[in-house]
């Protein structure tokens, strides 16, 4: 079975703190992809980074960056220096090798408060 | 850039009409998808489509048809809505599965209440 656990369903942070969203995955697959995407506010998902089962490099970009650990199933990310647009939903994301289907997480909403 | 773009972004309809969401893709990409959003439940796959005329039935596809007669145009149809359906319903479109590039690029949704 393939699943992805957001455990945090909400988290608040002050402006310029760090905060880190957890996602942890299950599938027997040795080939996969993780996502993850942001809804902000106006409700369209935007696509912020994608990884694949082979590639446990962890990624910086700005103010972002990722972990993903194959040893514990987790691709966290985490927001340096939070801003208020970052206040937003959060949702990580599944696709295993050869299917069509991608699993999503029910989601952490960041709000980030000035 | 990948645009989706969706019929309407907010629809109000009364329980037993029909209902049409539209959306469409301009990337030229094979798969598209339709889900529903609700708090706390995430993303839940309704139907997923993978080239013209062909669909599959995701998690959720009782109360739903659709129709995809162009490869960027994919249609979700509510044969007769209830108020059970009224929800956010977001359209998505990505390359053919085995791609490295293969995330989802989404429209900006259509929020459905049904009265």
């Known amino acids: 079975a393939q699943k992805v656990t957001q455990a945090q369903t909400e988290i608040s942070v002050v402006e310029k703190e760090d905060v880190t969203l957890d996602c942890v995955y299950e599938?027997?697959?040795?080939?996969?992809?993780l996502f993850w995407y942001k809804q902000p506010p106006s409700g369209e998902l935007v696509f912020l980074i994608r990884?694949?089962?082979?590639?446990?490099q962890n990624e910086i970009s700005g103010r972002y960056s990722w972990n993903f650990q194959k040893s514990t199933s987790s691709f966290n990310f985490t927001i340096t220096a939070s801003q208020v647009v970052d206040s937003a939903v959060y949702f990580c994301?599944?696709?295993?090798?050869?299917?069509?289907?991608?699993?999503f997480g029910t989601g952490t909403r960041l709000k980030v408060l000035a | 850039d990948v645009k989706v773009t969706q019929s309407s972004r907010y629809l109000v309809k009364r329980t037993g009409e029909k209902v049409f969401l539209e959306c469409v893709q301009d990337m030229d990409h094979e798969n598209m998808f339709w889900y529903r959003q609700d708090p706390g439940l995430g993303l839940r796959l309704i139907y997923f489509s993978y080239d013209v005329k062909m669909k599959e039935k995701g998690d959720i596809p009782e109360g739903y048809s659709v129709s995809r007669e162009k490869k960027e145009r994919f249609s979700l149809i509510l044969e007769s809505a209830s108020t059970n359906q009224t929800s956010m319903y977001l359209c998505?479109?990505?390359?053919?599965?085995?791609?490295?590039?293969?995330?989802?690029?989404f429209g900006p949704g259509t929020r459905l209440t049904v009265l």
């Open positions: 998505a479109s990505s390359l053919i599965a085995g791609t490295s590039y293969n995330e989802q690029f």
């Open positions: 994301a599944l696709r295993s090798g050869g299917t069509y289907k991608y699993i």
């Open positions: 599938t027997r697959d040795t080939t996969y992809y």
């Open positions: 990884r694949n089962s082979f590639d446990e």
